[in-house]
C-alpha cells in the first residue's frame, strides 16, 4: 500500500485563484463600455432579460435551430455583449490570474525575445533598435476591420521572420483580447499585433467599438479584424499564440455525440489547422463550454495534437492519456467549476434578472505547445484505468481500505524529486478536478488526474474543500508495504490525504 502526506498549502496550486482588485475594476467597467459602444433605449432595456433568456436558450436546449448569423440580429448581439461576452471574459480572467497560466502567457507575449521598445537601455545602439522597432510595430491605424493588409508586425532579433502575437479564431466581440487586456497591465503598453477572425462581421465590429471603450483605443495594440471562418485559409504569418474559444461547441453541432469517428476526425483535421499557423515555439489556446460534448471534443483534440508532438502543458499535470474523456453515458468529463463570488454585481444583476443567476460557471480548456525533444508521454501514462468511470457527483463504493482493489506498485504514477537537502521522495502530483462527493465510512473524495490517470483523493470534506477545482497538489510518499489501491467502480488510484 503507498502512503501519501500532504505538502501543499490549498494556495500553491491553485489554478483559478481571485481576480486582482486591478482586474476586477477593469471588469467592472465593460458595462459602460458596452453601453457606450452599443446603446439602447428605454424600450429594448426593458426587453433585455427577455432576450438574453431568449439566446441562452437557443444556445443550450435550442441549439437545432442554431446558425452562423445569430449574432446578427440586434437584439441577440446586444444581449450576447450583455451577458455572454461580461461572463466569458470573466472566466478568461479567472484562469489568466493564476501563476500558472500567466507564465505561459507571458513567456509568449511578454518576455519573447523580440525587440522590446519599452525596456531597453537608452544608448546609441538600442536607440537605432527603437526606431527600427517603432517603425515597424506601433500602429499607423487602429481597428481596420476586414482590411486585406497584414498589421504591423514584430520582427524577430535573430532572422527578421514575421510573426502575428495573437490570431484569435473566433473572437466575436473580441473576448480573448478583451480579457488579456483586463488581466495583463504589463502587455497594454506592448506594441502587440493582433488578428481576431470570425464569422461574424457585425460582433467583430461591435467588439471593436467595446475594446476602446475599454481602453484599448489608446493602447499600442494593433488589432485588425477578418470576417472568416475557422476553415478557411487565411494569408497570414503565424503566430505565437493562437486561441480558439468557444468555438468547437457551434462548429460541429451536427456532427452526434455517438459519432467518435467523424469527431476524431475532425479534431485531427482542427489540430493540423492550428499547428500549421502557429509559430515555432508558440502555443494553441482553446476553451469550450464545461459540458460533457465540449470535453469529449478536447480529449479527441488532445490525442491529435499529440499523434502531431504537441501536449497540453496546462490544465494536464502528465502526459498520460486524458483520464476523464467523457463521450459516453455517465462518464467523468474534465471541466472546472468556478465559483461567481467574485463576478461584478453588475454581471450577476442582470444574470438574475433573465433567471439565469449563477453560483458557479464551468468551462473545458487546454494549452498546447509542442514537446520539447523526444515524446515520453508513454513513460508517463503507466496505471491509467478509467473503465466503468461514473459521474464526478456520484457515489463511489469500495473507496475505503475495504473495498479497494490492488492493481500493483509498480504501475502506480509515482515519480521521484528531488528537495531541498539533496534527498529522493516519491511523489504524486494531482490535478483536482471533481466536486467533493461523499464516499463510504464517513469520508468525502475529490476525483482528478495524475501520472496514473483517473486518482481519486479521499478524506474529510473540510480538507477537499480547501483543494479547490484546478488545485495542483502534490502528495510525498511516506512508505511503500504493499500494492497501490484502486477503486473497485472507477478504478481510480486512491491517496488519502
Given amino acids: 500500500m503507498i502512503h501519501y502526506n500532504n505538502r501543499n498549502t490549498p494556495e500553491d496550486g491553485r489554478l483559478f485563484p481571485p481576480l486582482s482588485s486591478e482586474c476586477a475594476a477593469v471588469l467592472d467597467s465593460i458595462f459602460s463600455s458596452v453601453n457606450s459602444a452599443l446603446p439602447i433605449n428605454a424600450r429594448f432595456a426593458r426587453r433585455l432579460p427577455e432576450d438574453i433568456a431568449q439566446l441562452s436558450r437557443l444556445l443550450t436546449f435550442e441549439r437545432a ?8 440580429s440586434d437584439a441577440n448581439l446586444s444581449a450576447y455583449c450583455r451577458y455572454f461576452l461580461p461572463w466569458n471574459v470573466w472566466r478568461l480572467c479567472r484562469l489568466f490570474s493564476s501563476t500558472q497560466a500567466a ?10 525575445p523580440f525587440y ?13 533598435l527603437k526606431s527600427n522597432a517603432l517603425q515597424t510595430r506601433t500602429p499607423h491605424s487602429l481597428f481596420k476591420p476586414d482590411s486585406g493588409s497584414v498589421p504591423p508586425l514584430q520582427e524577430a532579433a535573430t532572422g527578421g521572420q514575421a510573426v502575428l502575437d495573437i490570431l484569435d479564431i473566433g473572437s466575436g466581440p473580441l473576448t480573448l483580447p478583451a480579457a488579456i487586456w483586463a488581466a495583463f497591465p504589463a502587455l497594454r503598453k506592448k506594441a502587440l499585433a493582433i488578428y481576431a477572425v470570425d464569422k461574424n462581421k457585425k460582433a467583430l465590429e461591435a467588439g471593436v467599438s467595446i475594446f476602446k471603450a475599454l481602453g484599448g483605443g489608446a493602447s499600442m495594440w494593433n488589432i485588425k479584424t477578418q470576417t472568416a471562418r475557422l476553415e478557411k485559409q487565411l494569408r497570414l504569418p503565424p503566430a505565437r499564440l493562437v486561441s480558439v474559444v468557444n468555438v468547437f461547441n457551434e462548429l460541429l453541432i451536427h456532427i452526434p455525440q455517438a459519432d467518435t469517428g467523424a469527431l476524431m476526425e475532425a479534431a485531427r483535421r482542427f489540430a493540423a489547422l492550428l499547428i500549421q499557423r502557429t509559430a515555432q515555439e508558440g ?43 467523457g463521450g459516453k453515458p455517465g462518464a467523468k468529463w474534465c471541466h472546472w467549476t468556478l465559483d461567481t463570488k467574485d463576478a461584478p454585481e453588475k454581471l450577476k444583476q442582470i444574470s438574475a434578472a433573465a433567471g439565469l443567476a449563477k453560483q458557479n460557471a464551468m468551462f473545458s480548456f487546454l494549452l498546447f ?12 501514462n503507466v496505471g491509467a484505468s478509467n473503465s466503468g468511470a461514473s459521474n464526478s457527483g456520484a457515489s463511489t463504493k469500495g473507496a475505503s481500505a475495504n ?9 502506480s504514477g509515482v515519480s521521484t524529486k528531488t528537495d531541498s ?16 462527493i461523499k464516499l463510504k465510512d464517513g469520508l468525502f473524495g475529490r476525483y482528478g488526474c495524475s501520472q496514473a490517470g483517473l486518482t481519486l483523493l479521499c478524506g474529510g470534506i473540510n480538507k477537499l474543500k480547501a483543494l479547490g477545482s484546478g488545485t495542483l497538489y502534490t502528495a510525498y510518499c511516506q512508505k511503500t508495504d504493499g500494492e497501490a489501491r484502486r477503486d473497485n467502480k472507477s478504478g481510480a488510484l486512491i491517496i488519502n490525504l
Fill in 283 to 325: 502555443a494553441v489556446f482553446i476553451v469550450e463550454p464545461g459540458v460533457p460534448r465540449s470535453a469529449q471534443f478536447l480529449s479527441l483534440l488532445r490525442r491529435a495534437f499529440d499523434e502531431r508532438g504537441w501536449q497540453p502543458v496546462l490544465p494536464c499535470p502528465c502526459g498520460a492519456s486524458c483520464a476523464m474523456p
Fill in 65 to 72: 435551430g442554431l446558425h452562423d448569423a445569430y449574432l446578427s
Fill in 421 to 436: 537537502a539533496g534527498s529522493q521522495k516519491k511523489v504524486m502530483t494531482v490535478r483536482v478536478i471533481s466536486n467533493p
Fill in 116 to 128: 522590446d521598445t519599452l525596456k531597453q537601455p537608452h544608448n546609441s545602439q538600442t536607440h537605432a
Fill in 403 to 411: 473495498g479497494a482493489s490492488n492493481k500493483g506498485a509498480s504501475k
Fill in 103 to 112: 507564465k505561459q502567457i507571458e513567456m509568449l507575449l511578454l518576455n519573447a
Fill in 369 to 380: 505547445k509542442e514537446k520539447s525533444g523526444a515524446s515520453n508521454s508513454s513513460a508517463l
